[in-house]
């Protein structure tokens, strides 16, 4: 175990500065900025104008009104940033033949997908942290309710894990970076219009089963600020089933190669 | 240390090893030589555990590489073909990160990353971005993670590609100084490499063995030695007689032909007779002949390789 932890913490590390050292990284961090700070400078003009609010329908809440429907479309931003992000994390290294390298020192297979995936999870916690200046100038220029903020960002979080771990799943799946992009965001997509597809054609099982099974609908009821036990497992289970995968296809590229 | 048994690879359709057997002893160096295409990588991807046989069996220190490969990786130190090293870290940060994954203690991995460094010609470079060096140093770098921790077993795959010749040669003296130390398994184009570091060579082509022996004696199982002699004086028939009754050779082994008004005799010996130069010396001044030359031709090992390539000669018993 302490082997374990070593190995995922040198793999880590490694992999978080290579991220953070990369120009992409930073530009798609100040696209990712740009497009929040719009969105909250249009939702916060609505907010405060009264003939707005009324003209929208906008509530009086500045929780409700500004914070939940920004993140509620950060959510949207992070599930574009996220592929561009986890591309590289095994299809380069594929590329470059360092994976087998890696292969054959004494570094598990689990050890090197945790130490990838906490890595990309934590990248996304950079993009999640600089839109942390948009609670703290509400709360200048508000009252926001702070519990429903901590939430959000807990909501964003969990599923920028679980986007995390499905993209690296798909970047193990090949050895170049845009194939590995195209079929993450081809698999969110398909994620994202399950539940419209099944309301489209009311199909009941398939409404009930996308209750369940997209991510959406477990990330709704925490930006609502609405901490559901069975949401945050929800998250765990997905993010653990697709690292599963991800170990499973590099050992296997040691018996099928 | 390695002992391979009919070991097969299949791609599909394409056979990449067809019952591949062989066995490397303890400390010994061992090159393993082969045509592009002939199977050379497949083997060592086997050994290394990347990649599975399709029959046959593989064992590295009494593991099998099959089922227990973790095992083996702590006994390996592996360089792929093109030297796959992360450039954007430094050279010293990259051996430590190494260091981690092969579990070498904290206590020990500033003096092993000193001692590797210092090993490979690295210390002058050690705080600079690996993308920042020479493809040479880059090599470099590659072997140096494979030194670390003193692995058993070391696996090297072209090592000495992209090296001007200074550089081979330093890199040929530090494999050279391994031997008896730990086992290496070298695959290389380069021959001249071979015979300045290997102590034993393994030939194949088409996935199959075709040579396998000590450097020193692998020309004499392959090709078969044998000695050449320029007599002045005597006549052909006359000549061969005495070389055939003085070394105890059958006549079919000797041919005799005139060159520049003297007789050139060569002797195909078989392999382990004793050495009968002397006794057909002492037997052409006898004689009256003058002896002009006396020399034992022995095969480079760029003669055995394209023999062995191109003959297909199966393995001496």
């Known amino acids: ?109 689990w050890a090197i997908v945790a130490g990838k995936f906490i890595a990309n999870a934590g990248a996304m916690l950079v993009y999640l942290g600089v839109t942390l200046v948009f609670p703290l100038m509400t709360e200048y220029l508000s009252d926001p309710q702070w519990p429903v903020i901590g939430s959000c960002y807990v909501a964003l979080a969990l599923a920028s894990c679980g986007y995390v771990a499905l993209g690296m799943f798909f970047s193990s799946l090949t050895d170049s970076q845009v194939i590995a992009a195209v079929l993450t965001y081809v698999a969110l997509f398909v994620m994202l219009i399950f539940a419209g597809v099944a309301d489209a054609f009311g199909i009941e099982g398939l409404l009930r089963l996308s209750e369940h099974l997209t991510l959406m609908a477990h990330v709704k009821g925490f930006l609502e600020g609405n901490v559901a036990l069975v949401d945050a497992a929800y998250f765990v289970v997905f993010s653990f089933v697709f690292l599963f995968f991800a170990v499973r296809q590099i050992e296997s590229l040691r018996w099928r190669s | 240390m390695i002992d391979v048994r009919n070991l097969s690879k299949f791609y599909g359709a394409t056979r990449s090893l067809d019952g591949l057997t062989f066995s490397v002893p303890e400390g010994e160096v061992l090159g393993l030589l082969g045509p592009n295409g002939a199977g050379k990588t497949t083997a060592m991807r086997i050994l290394t555990g990347q990649t599975r046989a399709t029959s046959g069996s593989a064992r590295v220190a009494g593991f099998d590489v099959a089922t227990e490969h973790l095992k ?119 021959l001249s490499n071979v015979s300045m570091t290997c102590s034993c060579v393994v030939i194949i082509k088409d996935g199959r063995l075709v040579a396998e022996g000590p450097v020193e004696t692998i020309g004499d199982r392959v090709r078969g030695r044998r000695l050449v002699l320029r007599v002045r004086g005597g006549e052909e028939n006359g000549v061969r007689s005495a070389v055939a009754s003085a070394g105890g050779f ?68």
């Not at chain 1, 793999?11 to 900025?33: D, H, K, N, S």
């Not at chain 1, 994390?89 to 087998?100: D, G, K, V």
């Not at chain 2, 460094?117 to 072997?143: A, C, P």
């Not at chain 2, 000797?254 to 037997?283: P, Q, Y």
């Open chain 2, 72 to 190: 083996i990786r702590r006994l390996l130190g592996y360089l792929p073909e093109d030297s796959p090293v992360y450039p954007e870290m430094r050279v010293e940060e990259y051996l430590k990160m190494m260091a981690g994954l092969k579990d070498l203690p904290a206590t020990h991995m500033k003096r092993e990353i000193d001692r590797v460094l210092d090993e490979t010609n690295l210390l002058g470079v050690r705080r600079r971005l690996i993308g920042n060096l020479s493809k040479g140093n880059r090599q470099r770098v590659g072997i140096a993670q494979a030194l670390l921790g003193d692995p058993a077993l070391l696996v090297l795959d072209e090592p000495t590609v992209g090296l001007d010749p200074k550089q081979i040669a330093e890199v040929c003296e530090l494999i050279r100084s391994m031997r008896g130390e730990r086992t290496v398994i070298l695959s290389t184009h380069i």
């Open chain 1, 1 to 109: 175990m302490k082997s374990f932890l070593r190995h995922t913490r040198l793999i880590a590390w490694r992999e978080f500065r290579l991220l953070l050292g990369t120009p992409m990284f930073w530009v798609l961090t100040g696209v990712f900025f740009l497009a929040a700070a719009l969105v909250y400078i249009s939702l916060i003009i609505g907010f405060s104008d009264p003939t707005l609010r009324e003209e929208n329908n906008i509530k009086a809440d500045v929780t409700i009104a500004v914070i939940h429907d920004l993140f509620y479309i950060l959510h949207f931003f992070l599930m574009v940033q996220v592929p561009m992000l986890t591309m590289r994390a095994f299809a380069e290294e594929r590329r470059q033949n360092s994976l087998a390298l890696l292969q054959t020192t004494p570094a598990s297979e």
């Open chain 2, 250 to 317: 059958p006549p079919e082994a000797i041919e005799v032909s005139t060159v520049d008004a003297m007789l050139r005799v060569a002797v195909a010996v078989e392999s382990g007779t004793e050495d009968k130069r002397a006794a057909i010396a002492r037997r052409i001044v006898e004689e009256g002949w003058e002896l002009i030359e006396l020399t034992e031709d022995r095969a480079t090992l760029e003669d055995i390789f394209l023999h062995a390539t191109a003959s297909g000669v199966e393995r001496p018993a």
